[in-house]
T-cell receptor, first 112, second 115 residues
Framework: GNSVTQMEGPVTLSEEAFLTINCTYT??????LFWYVQYPGEGLQLLLK?????DKGSNKGFEATYRKETTSFHLEKGSVQVSDSAVYFC???????????FGTGTRLQVFP | DADVTQTPRNRITKTGKRIMLECSQT?????MYWYRQDPGLGLRLIYY???????NKGEISDGYSVSRQAQAKFSLSLESAIPNQTALYFC??????????????FGPGTRLTVL
């Protein structure tokens, strides 16, 4: 079945460091791919998404590219801020069903 | 006002009690979902509903039931709560797949503790 695997956390960085959170997926067909972010005490909110191979999603300085050949959707940011501290979830959506399958989440901690 | 609201935000209850968690949305979406979040397990789908007359089990529906009272309301019930149902519960909504780009919108969550 479809599944998402993402790196375990926590990821601990200093402010302005480069961030990569790895995400790989297993899926039949061509799913849409997402990154959701959960700030402390809040629900999940969409950070970015990509709907087909080679698409790049971007938002708030974060980027991720849909790589079909490596079945990956790694999240990157060139310079993290303390306010980026949160839990990040990679997810895929089965076409036509809108059912999301989530990874286990990666906690990011950014220190000044 | 928030587009997806959940009540209560926090609840502590005892084993064997019946609990209802409520979700309301003002986004006008037909599709609604209930998830639970556990540390290290991500989010898992409990039930989902594609319209008022459509209810479907997710991957972990045992011990739960739902009611879709209207397009805007989707309730989750625990008929007889047990401690391993202690978790953070999220409601989410989305548009129809043919008109949407798959995005789901989440409520703020309900933290449930079963003693």
């Amino acid at each position: 079945g479809n599944s998402v695997t993402q790196m375990e956390g926590p990821v601990t960085l200093s402010e302005e460091a480069f961030l990569t959170i790895n995400c790989t997926y297993t899926a039949t067909g061509y799913p849409s791919l997402f990154w959701y972010v959960q700030y402390p005490g809040e629900g999940l909110q969409l950070l970015l998404k990509a709907t087909k191979a080679d698409d790049k999603g971007s938002n708030k300085g974060f980027e991720a590219t849909y790589r079909k050949e490596t079945t990956s959707f790694h999240l990157e940011k060139g310079s993290v801020q303390v306010s980026d501290s949160a839990v990040y979830f990679c997810a895929l959506s089965d076409r036509g069903t809108d059912k999301l399958i989530f990874g286990t989440g990666t906690r990011l901690q950014v220190f000044p | 006002d928030a587009d997806v609201t959940q009540t209560p935000r926090n609840r502590i209850t005892k084993t064997g009690k019946r609990i209802m968690l409520e979700c309301s949305q003002t986004k006008g979406h037909d599709r609604m979902y209930w998830y639970r979040q556990d540390p290290g397990l991500g989010l898992r789908l409990i039930y989902y509903s594609f319209d008022v007359k459509d209810i479907n089990k997710g991957e972990i529906s045992d011990g739960y039931s739902v009611s879709r009272q209207a397009q805007a309301k989707f309730s989750l019930s625990l008929e007889s709560a047990i401690p391993n149902q202690t978790a953070l519960y999220f409601c989410a909504t989305s548009e129809e797949a043919e008109t949407s780009t798959d995005t789901q919108y989440f409520g703020p969550g309900t933290r449930l503790t079963v003693l």
